[in-house]
């Protein structure tokens, strides 16, 4: 299996709400990774966690909040955001955390947030 | 730090067409080097990649990159594009600090 999956591919909310969104990978990969994308324009990095421990956190606003409960999964969860917060949230896993050499990051299809 | 930068931010090419996108980075260590591609309204596939060895690399649906350590390039080639090769590409460097990306290439083939 080299897929990683995400949960849900479209979340539509409001300010007030607070919502998750997860993804999960079964490659046996050990660093994961969070990423938002705005039209037209390259993914961020947000958050990655190596070895089930967040090891960036690039700056994100707390009301995004990451979790890793074991090394498969990963959610962001979410809390009061802006509507500038829209965008395509990306996940990504890899065999191994930064440093390493031949670290290809397998992406999964993304949730499109769209925050009223 | 480490950085890539790509040539252009569109390109138009009728179908039948030669491509070559051109990508730069900026990086002192030894580099893993990828090429993205986002078709319209979808995620990221991975078109090919380079971590060592032989520095011209094949990769999907027809497309190829030569990997130039002294000019620190790795463009991207297709010897003839498609219709459904209009799509957003990405060059992105993977060095000590994770995966850095270029601003991304907006190539629009017209049949």
């Known amino acids: 299996d080299t897929e990683v999956t995400q949960t849900p591919k479209h979340l539509v909310m409001g300010m007030t709400n607070k919502k998750s969104l997860k993804c999960e990978q079964h490659?046996?990969?050990?660093?994961m990774y969070w990423y938002k994308q705005k039209a037209k324009k390259p993914p961020e990095l947000m958050f990655v966690?190596?070895?089930?421990?967040?090891?960036i956190n690039e700056s994100v606003p707390s009301r995004f909040s990451p979790e890793c409960p074991n090394s498969s999964l990963l959610n962001l969860h979410l809390h009061a955001l802006q509507p500038e917060d829209s965008a395509l949230y990306l996940c990504?896993?890899?065999?191994?955390?930064?440093?390493?050499?031949?670290?290809?990051?397998?992406f999964g299809p993304g949730t499109r947030l769209t925050v009223l | 730090a480490q950085s890539v930068s790509q040539h252009n931010h569109h390109v138009i090419l009728s179908e039948a067409a030669s491509l070559e996108l051109g990508c730069n980075y900026s990086?002192?260590?030894?580099?893993?080097l990828f090429w993205y591609v986002q078709y319209p309204g979808q995620h990221l596939q991975l078109l090919l990649k380079?971590?060592?060895?032989?520095?011209l690399v094949k990769g999907i649906k027809g497309f190829e990159a030569e990997f130039i350590k002294s000019k620190f390039s790795f463009n991207l080639r297709k010897p003839s594009v498609q219709w459904s090769d209009t799509a957003e590409y990405f060059c992105?460097?993977?060095?000590?600090?994770?995966?850095?990306f270029g601003k991304g290439t907006m190539l629009l083939v017209s049949p």
């Open positions: 966690y190596s070895y089930e421990k967040l090891s």
């Open positions: 490659m046996g990969h050990r660093a």
């Open positions: 992105a460097l993977s060095g000590y600090s994770t995966l850095t």
């Open positions: 990086y002192g260590g030894t580099v893993n």
């Open positions: 990504a896993s890899s065999q191994r955390g930064r440093g390493r050499d031949n670290n290809e990051q397998f």
């Open positions: 380079y971590f060592s060895g032989d520095p």
